[in-house]
């Protein structure tokens, strides 16, 4: 009997000890770490602000439970799979430096022991972060970055929602032989020699490289003179020996991939060398950013800008609607390319993981590559989120569009964009040619 | 044509800013025999006085000249007397690193107090302003003041440097310092001088210049870059020297306008595939080389 006492005490005891060694999954929920490195200083500094503004939307929008907002990562705080699991970014600033950002991704690996990578904007960036991400075996998914290169490398741990800069560049040529073809709303097909002679200058990193290459090609296919195809750095101080080359290729159509403070500089430019195109588009990026608009005000009118998400956007879709209202509360801004994008790279992060079930790599590769997202969950206008797992495009979401968009005055004397492209949701008549500066 | 007269405009314009740029950094090498690396620095103090001021006070940046040419001067004296004078006792080699690590201070603390980012004037008499030349030539107002304030600003050091007895005091320094000495002149305060001198000029150009170029913490090393290349391809030391050299440089920048010329003149397919706007800076450089191998003592050198 005493004997018996005693084993039970000692089996009552281990059984205390395991209790408290043991963890307890059940019972805390996890937490999911997500690191996200953007451009949080320098010269993209004010793409960086959006970009964490609408990652830590998404992520809010999973921790807590919100009836108001029409999508299922609201609907319950934290991911369901996992018990509830909360979400926490650890943002890293990367400065527009790849080699900064590939060093950072290694710290928030290696010690903070991230589950996974957000980022980064910057094409040139991303390619390395994703580098270290494929090294490691850690999955990264990518909101905001649009070189065409970047989903070309087979990479296995490498996700890309947003579409690229050659379906956008895709976009920009059949806006233009629409134009010609009178298919743009408030224009009469116009001749075609009066928009044939192009020329383009793009910053000269990944992304704005990449893109020029793809213009060549495009105008080449098009059918379209290519008159002068320049390349510069966006840390350029001054623009106005690219400005007078501009202006002595007599291009009709001007086309401009460029960050934040060179866009602005870049349009300045033009402006003082009083150049007078017919087309100046912009590739998205610096083109579409908030500070383009309030430091140039009314130069803008008539400026074309690549986006995949423009303020009219609320009016199609009620859920965009209903998210950029809680982010105009928290930045005073609307949602904008950048910013809509992060949301929607987080908000893909976070339906993985509801469907991965667990944050080890292996299961959110199998999730990544099997998710198929609904565009009614979005807020972008796209038809959803799937990625590619096979082919010459190995995790790029093949279900992406792109919109183009002109700087027009409101009868409230407010700059907003309206929706040129594609034809049949434009917003607005379209003012062609630019007008006078 | 147009792309050739408008070219050659612009050159000539920045040229004139360059100037000013290069003034300080031969005025101390010629009296001290220094070589300021962190010119560029000094440089970049102005831009953000200049665009500090004018946001704070609500004026436009080019009436902040005189606060800009305040700030250069005090801090070149404060350069030179906190730091400067101690390094003259060590070896050559000490002078040079010396300065390169203020270069870095000055930069470091202007990251601390201002941040990483760009910022621009926006907002002036002149910002955003053009004037029709004819023939094409377009020229922003911002440009044209400052090139124009810098000849004035150079052409007042000129003459102080050389019609006053403090300048002939300071020339007599950069001649022989023994010599001075023995003549009476306190060559230490002359030293003080040539920093207040070279401090303020390049402050002022800075302010001149930060009305069409945006400011951040890095934005000296170019300048610092292009004023060495003036200083050597003008003679170190030579003032007059710095100023053609300036407007030879100034004209280098816009190689690209002139390979523009040369291709729609020609209309060779190979020559619109040439990137020339990528490469605008590297001509500098080669002529820098090129100087250095040829005439090391520059066009006006008399120092060496």
Redesign the interface.
């Given at each position: 009997m005493k004997r018996l006492l005693q084993w039970t005490a000692v089996v009552a005891g281990l059984a205390i000890l395991g209790g408290l060694l043991a963890p307890a999954p059940a019972l805390a929920a996890k937490e999911i770490k997500i690191g996200a490195i953007y451009p949080l200083?320098?010269?993209a500094?004010a793409a960086g602000r959006e970009l964490r503004a609408g990652a830590e939307l998404a992520a809010q929008l999973c921790n807590e439970a919100r009836s108001d907002i029409d999508m299922t990562m609201a609907k319950a705080a934290g991911i369901q799979s996992m018990g509830g699991a909360k979400i926490t970014l650890i943002f890293k600033d990367h400065?527009g430096n790849p080699t900064l950002g590939a060093d950072l991704a290694k710290k928030l690996i290696l010690d903070d022991k991230v589950d996974g990578i957000l980022g980064c904007y910057h094409s040139s960036v991303t390619k390395t972060v994703s580098a270290v991400c494929e090294q490691y075996g850690v999955p990264m998914i990518n909101g905001s970055s649009t070189s065409p290169g970047l989903t070309e490398r087979g990479f296995k741990w490498f996700w890309r929602t947003t579409p690229h800069d050659r379906w956008f560049t895709k976009d920009l040529f059949d806006f233009l032989v629409g134009l010609s073809e009178g298919k743009v709303r408030g224009v009469k097909a116009v001749p075609r020699e009066d928009i044939n002679v192009i020329a383009s200058a793009c910053e000269?990193s990944e992304w704005g490289s990449y893109v020029s290459k793809v213009i060549q090609e495009m105008a080449a296919e098009y059918d379209f003179k290519l008159?002068?195809s320049?390349?510069?750095?966006d840390k350029s101080?001054?623009l106005?020996?690219?400005v007078?080359?501009l202006?002595?290729?007599k291009a009709s159509v001007l086309l401009f991939a460029s960050y934040t403070?060179d866009a602005?500089?870049m349009v300045?430019t033009l402006?003082?060398?009083?150049v007078q195109p017919r087309i100046i588009w912009g590739q998205d990026a610096g083109f579409d950013k908030p500070e383009f608009r309030s430091?140039l005000g009314d130069?803008i009118e008539g400026i074309l800008t690549r986006s995949v998400f423009l303020p009219q956007v609320v009016q199609i879709k009620p859920v965009a609607g209903q998210v950029n209202s809680l982010y105009k509360a928290k930045t005073g801004n609307d949602l904008g390319g950048a910013s809509a994008r992060a949301f929607t790279g987080l908000q893909t992060w976070i339906h993985v993981l509801e469907m991965a079930g667990s944050s080890e790599p292996a299961a959110v590769q199998k999730a990544a590559n099997a998710i198929e997202i609904p565009g009614q969950e979005l807020v972008v206008p796209w038809a959803g989120v799937k990625f590619a797992n096979t082919g010459s495009e190995m995790g790029q979401n093949i279900m992406g569009s792109g919109l183009i968009g002109q700087y027009q005055k409101g009868a409230d004397g407010q700059m907003g964009v309206e929706i040129v492209y594609p034809f049949d949701v434009a917003s607005a008549e379209m003012i062609y040619p630019f007008p006078q500066w | 044509m147009?792309?050739l007269a408008?070219?050659i405009v612009?050159g000539l314009l920045f040229g004139m800013v360059l100037a000013l740029v290069a003034l300080g950094l031969t005025i101390i090498f010629g009296v001290m025999d220094i070589i300021n690396f962190a010119h560029g620095e000094f440089l970049m103090y102005g831009m953000y006085t200049a665009l500090l001021a004018s946001q704070v006070l609500g004026v436009d940046p080019l009436l902040t000249l005189p606060l800009a040419a305040l700030v250069g001067f005090l801090l070149g004296i404060a350069c030179y007397k906190g730091f400067i004078t101690y390094i003259l006792r060590g070896p050559m080699i000490a002078q040079l690193l010396g300065t390169f690590g203020l270069m870095l201070l000055l930069r470091n603390i202007a990251l601390l107090v201002f941040?990483?980012?760009?910022r621009?004037v926006?907002h002036g008499v002149l910002v955003?302003?053009?004037f029709?030349m004819g023939m094409g030539i377009?020229v922003?107002a911002t440009?044209l003041a400052a090139a124009g304030l810098s000849v004035v600003a150079f052409v007042a050091v000129w003459l102080l440097m050389n019609r006053t007895r403090m300048g002939k005091a300071l020339t007599a320094t950069a001649l022989n310092p023994q010599g001075a000495r023995y003549m009476g002149i306190s060559t230490e305060k002359m030293n003080a001088l040539a920093w207040g001198i070279g401090g303020a000029s390049v402050t002022v150009a800075g302010a001149l210049i930060v009305n069409?170029?945006?400011v951040n913490p890095y934005?000296g090393l170019?300048f610092t870059m292009i004023a060495f290349t003036i200083v050597a391809l003008g003679g170190f030391g030579s003032v007059p020297g710095a100023f053609f050299a300036a407007l030879v440089v100034g004209l280098i920048?816009?190689i690209?306008?002139f390979w523009?010329?040369l291709t729609?003149t020609l209309e060779l397919d190979w020559m619109?595939d040439v990137?020339?706007?990528?490469f605008?800076y590297m001509w500098i450089y080669v002529a820098y080389f090129i100087i250095m191998v040829v005439r090391p003592r520059g066009l006006f050198g008399w120092k060496h």
């Open positions: 200083t320098g010269g500094a400065e000269n008159r002068k320049l390349l510069y750095s101080p001054d106005s020996s690219e007078r080359s202006r002595a290729s403070s602005i500089l300045k402006k003082t060398q009083k430091t130069a | 147009e792309i408008s070219s612009a941040g990483s980012e760009d621009a926006h955003d302003k053009s029709e377009i922003p440009k069409f170029w945006p934005v170019l920048t816009e690209p306008g523009d010329f729609y619109y990137p020339m706007t990528s605008k």
